[in-house]
């Protein structure tokens, strides 16, 4: 395997994901540097520049001019934080992997709580960013995500979708990730039986850059949690939810068409009623869209497992 010769191996890889962090990138290097410097472990900073529109890429090759332990990776075109958490994770080579937002809003001197975390028995280690210095329009949509996730998954996390975590090496080598996936790792890793951790940790307010994540970004996250919840639970077994379906359906049209069969055979004639085949109709297309739907997500996620759904235009090395 690529990431097992010793004389690479790090203690710590950091990826950081970002899209359009010309502004931001200077300062949270140094910043990152003198918190890893501190910590004492061998590390690599691996930047993943998601086809940035503004400067970054020539930042990063600026920066990368004059400091050895970072690597970047540019792609063509923007591809989603998914991708890109995903070809760092892919590049790491670190035992210990650690992700951080490029806006600063994460506070490097953190990593060390993670790495204790970790250190507790834990494979995956999540952020909560119990003070969230953003916009109420961003704050409320995230709570009801993560209050429908929590619920409907089990998984009792307070902030799933925080951009600040560490991971085991094995975790980032074992979830296929791609779309906006990102948001359900702490689910993906749990379905595989990892053993997941939350702490608490510092939040800034953007005083860089702008959010990329509004309202529209947001709700592609809400379908997202049919996919994994069909995923992790039905993938395996798609019969068991189908054949449910599918029955449930069947038995409620039996027993309309033995209503209706009734209804002739003490001689009264049978009338379509025009509610019953609407209801029947609505009933079967639904069935029909959803499955259609969910049998989509499955060739995807085959798909974006095996090649990433990225492609690399260069890589600093
Ligand atoms: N790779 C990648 N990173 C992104 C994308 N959009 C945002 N990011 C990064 O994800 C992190 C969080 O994004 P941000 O816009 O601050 O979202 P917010 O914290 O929810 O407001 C930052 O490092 C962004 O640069 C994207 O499309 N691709
Ligand atoms: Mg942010």
Known sequence: MQNTENKNQKELSVIIPLFNEEKSLGSLYRELKSALKSFGKSYEIIFVDDGSKDNSWSVLQRLRAANEDIKGIQFRRNSGKAAALSAGFKYAKGKVIVTIDADLQDDPREIPKFINKLDEGYDLVSGWRFKRKDPLSKILPSKVFNYLTSMLTGIRIHDFNCGFKAYREEVVRDIGLYGELHRYIPVLAHWRGYEVGEI??????????????????????????????FLTRYMKKPLHLFGTIGLLLFVLGLIVNIYFAVLWSIGQGVRVRPLLLLGVLLMLIGFQVVSTGLIGEIIVSTRGKADGGYTIKRILK
């Open 200 to 229: 608490k940790v510092k939040h800034h307010p953007r005083t860089v850059g702008k959010s990329k994540y509004g309202i529209v970004r947001l709700s592609r996250g809400f379908t997202d949690l049919l996919t994994v919840i």
